[in-house]
C-alpha cells in the first residue's frame, strides 16, 4: 500500500503539521510511502520519508520572471539540510509569505497558472506508484486542486484531512477575505464531494464538519508512541526549589497574549518562572510584552530538548486567544500539544475560551487548571498556586491513562491503514 502525502510542511519532527502527519505514518514502511510538499525551508524527517517533492512560490515567480513558465521544482535530499538555510531562499521566502499572507487572490492566481505541473512531477509521481493520495488541506484552494488533480489523473482514491477551520466562521474584515472565505467554501464542498474518506483533527471538528456537509468525517488526532516514550515521573515541589512553568509552541492567533496574563500574575515572584520555547521568533513588540509580563522567551528547541525542558518543567501552559477573529481559526481545532502533555505526567494550566474544542477536552475529563477571560491577575495566581499547593495528590496516572486511551499511536495508525485498505479492496 503506497501512500503520497500532499501537504504545505513535509513530516518532520519540529513542525506542529509535520509532527502530526509523522505520529500517523510512523509505522508505516518508509519505502511505501512519499510526500509532495510547498515549504522550501522546513527540514523534513527523512527517518520516516525519504521520498520527497518540494514546490513553492518561489520557483513559480523564478518560472514567471524568466518566461519559462515551467517551475524548477526540487527533490529535496537530507544533505540539503545540513546547512541552514541552504538552497532555502529564507529571506526572500519571508518576504514572500508575508506579502500572499494579505495578497491570496494573487497567490491563488500563481498556482493557476500550473506551472508547477511539469513532466518532471508527474513523473515521479508515475515511478512513485501509489495507491492512495492522502491530503492535509487548509486554506490554499491550489492544495484543494492539486490533490483534486492528482487523484483523477491516476484514478487513484483521495483521503483528505482538516486541521484547522476556515470555512465555518466567518473571520473576514474586508471585502478580499470574504471574496476569499466563498471560494474556499465552494472548493471544500468539491473537495469533501469527491474524497473517498474525510477526517477531522478532533471530535468537535467532525460533528460540526459532518452537519456542514452531509459527510460522514471520522476523527484523526495527534498521537503518542508509547511504546518508546518513557514516562516521566511527576516532579516534586519543595520550598527550596523554584516553580517552572513553561509553554512549548507557536505564538500566532496572538497566544502570546495568553501567556502574557499568566506571566502578570506572578511578575513579583521570583520563585516562579514563565518560559517560552517557539519555532517563531517574536517581533519586538511581542519581546517587550513578555519583559513586561516576566515571561523569559528561551528559543526554539530541538525534539530531544523538548523533552528535556518537559521534564524540568512543574507546570506546562496550553494558551488560545480571546480574540473572536484568532477563535474562527481554533475552535473546532485540538492542539498538537495536548497530547504531548497529558502523557508527559505534568499538569496543563489551560488558558483560552471554554467552548474550543482544546479547552473543552480539557474540562470536560477533569484536566487542566481553567483559566478563562474574566479571570484577574489575583484569581490567575489563586488557581495556579492552589494547585501548587495540592501538586502531590494530583492524579496524574488517571491523566496519563486518558491519553493513552486517547492517544495512543498504535491503535490509531491501525485505524488508519484498515481505512486505507478497504479503499482498496
Not at 185 to 206: F, W
Not at 257 to 270: L, Y
Amino acid at each position: 500500500m503506497r501512500i503520497l502525502i500532499i501537504s504545505s510542511n513535509p513530516i518532520s519532527t519540529t513542525d506542529n503539521n509535520g509532527k502530526t502527519l509523522r505520529s500517523f505514518f510512523r509505522q508505516f514502511p518508509k519505502e511505501d510511502l512519499a510526500t509532495l510538499y510547498f515549504h522550501p525551508n522546513l527540514k523534513p524527517d527523512f527517518d520516516t520519508c525519504s521520498n520527497l517533492y518540494r514546490i513553492n512560490e518561489i520557483n513559480i515567480l523564478k518560472s514567471i520572471f524568466n518566461l519559462s513558465f515551467t517551475a524548477k521544482n526540487t527533490a529535496p535530499k537530507q544533505d540539503d539540510f545540513q546547512i541552514v538555510g541552504k538552497g532555502s531562499n529564507s529571506s526572500l521566502f519571508s518576504h514572500c509569505k508575508n506579502l500572499l499572507k494579505h495578497l491570496p487572490a494573487f497567490r491563488e492566481a500563481l498556482w493557476k497558472l500550473n506551472t508547477w505541473d511539469t513532466d518532471e512531477l508527474n513523473q515521479w509521481i508515475s515511478d512513485f506508484k501509489p495507491d492512495i493520495v492522502f491530503a492535509m488541506l487548509g486554506d490554499s484552494i491550489f492544495a484543494h486542486k492539486m490533490a483534486l488533480k492528482i487523484s483523477k489523473r491516476y484514478s487513484i482514491p483521495l483521503a483528505v484531512y482538516f486541521t484547522d477551520d476556515y470555512i465555518l466562521n466567518d473571520y473576514s474584515s474586508n471585502f478580499i477575505e470574504k471574496r476569499h472565505i466563498a471560494k474556499l467554501r465552494k472548493i471544500y464542498s468539491h473537495t469533501v464531494n469527491n474524497a473517498h474518506l474525510l477526517y477531522a483533527i478532533g471530535d468537535k471538528m467532525a460533528a460540526a464538519y459532518s452537519n456542514y456537509f452531509g459527510k460522514k468525517f471520522g476523527v484523526l488526532i495527534n498521537c503518542i508512541d508509547f511504546s518508546k516514550q518513557v514516562a516521566l515521573e511527576p516532579l516534586k515541589i519543595s520550598q527550596d526549589h523554584d516553580i517552572i512553568i513553561s509553554y512549548l509552541g507557536g505564538l500566532h492567533y496572538n497566544r502570546w497574549k495568553s501567556i502574557c496574563r499568566v506571566g502578570r500574575a506572578f511578575r513579583t515572584r521570583k520563585d516562579i518562572h514563565i518560559r517560552v520555547f517557539s519555532g517563531q521568533q517574536p517581533d519586538d513588540h511581542i519581546m517587550e510584552n513578555f519583559h513586561n509580563s516576566g515571561v523569559e522567551f528561551c528559543g526554539s528547541l530541538t525534539e530531544q530538548e523538548v523533552g528535556r525542558e518537559i521534564a524540568k518543567s512543574h507546570f506546562l501552559i496550553h494558551a488560545e486567544s480571546f480574540s473572536p477573529q484568532d477563535k474562527a481559526f481554533t475552535q473546532y481545532s485540538v492542539s498538537t500539544k495536548i497530547p504531548e502533555y497529558m502523557s508527559s505526567n505534568r499538569q496543563i494550566i489551560c488558558i483560552g475560551p471554554s467552548d474550543i474544542a482544546s479547552v473543552e477536552l480539557l474540562e470536560q475529563n477533569g484536566f487542566g487548571i481553567l483559566i478563562n477571560e474574566k479571570d484577574t491577575d489575583e484569581e490567575i495566581s489563586n488557581k495556579i498556586i492552589k494547585a501548587i499547593e495540592n501538586y502531590d495528590s494530583f492524579d496524574f496516572k488517571r491523566q496519563y491513562d486518558f491519553a493513552l486511551s486517547k492517544f495512543d499511536k498504535t491503535a490509531i495508525a491501525a485505524n488508519l491503514k484498515k481505512d486505507f485498505s478497504s479503499l482498496l479492496d
